[in-house]
């Protein structure tokens, strides 16, 4: 299963789950995406290398896609 997490506050907040072979259950991870990315959030996915990318839409085939606020400052 692959997770969708937000990361705040409160620590990490498990948002949603799904599965390729589960098109409902990505369909509702995506649109929990969306509204986290309009909410102000940026995705990060963790690729099979166990690298990080940036990403605007969730990807169905990686295992770990984190939420969080953009780092403040400049």
Known sequence: MARLVRLD???DTELAEWSRDDRQSYEYAAAVFRDQLAGGYMGVAKLPDDTYEQVKELP??????MLRR???GG
């Open 9 to 11: 506050r409160s620590g």
């Open 60 to 65: 169905a085939d990686v295992e770990l896609v």
């Open 70 to 72: 953009p780092i403040a």
